[in-house]
């Protein structure tokens, strides 16, 4: 079973940056799609970003501009760099694997691997 482990929350005030690293076992890393998702209080389970296993970086409209998503090849981890943080984007983060297709990927329902969540907290 694959146990993917995030690292890099914490509580900054809006317009500062975070980085948010997933690390994955490597045959998870090698064959899996890997996303983040955040979950905010009251709120769904929503789609931030991701990068397919061929490096290919996708992005949620609210945070198109702001985040970067990157995987490292040798460390088997893929980060978030996220910037400009706005107070919306308080929640926990998840970082998630998948095999879906493509088109699948922002869809959290077809992820088989999660992370145990991490906590981000931006103040006005």
């Known amino acids: 079973q694959a146990h993917l482990s995030e690292s890099g929350g914490g ?10 690293s997933c690390a994955a076992p490597r045959r998870t890393f090698a064959t899996n799609h890997m996303g983040w998702f955040r979950v905010a209080p009251g709120k769904e389970r929503e789609f931030v970003s991701a990068i397919t296993k061929s490096g290919s970086p996708l992005y949620s409209d609210p945070v198109k ?7 490292d090849t040798a460390k088997y981890t893929v980060d978030l760099q996220m910037n400009n943080l706005k107070t919306e984007d308080t929640a926990v983060y ?11 990927i922002p869809n959290w329902r077809t992820y088989a ?12």
């Open 11 to 20: 509580l900054v005030r809006a317009g500062e940056s975070l980085r948010l």
């Open 65 to 71: 501009g702001r985040f970067t998503i990157s995987r």
């Open 94 to 104: 998840y970082c998630g694997a998948t095999l879906t297709n493509t088109a699948s």
């Open 113 to 124: 691997y999660w992370g145990q969540g991490t906590q981000v907290t931006v103040s006005s």
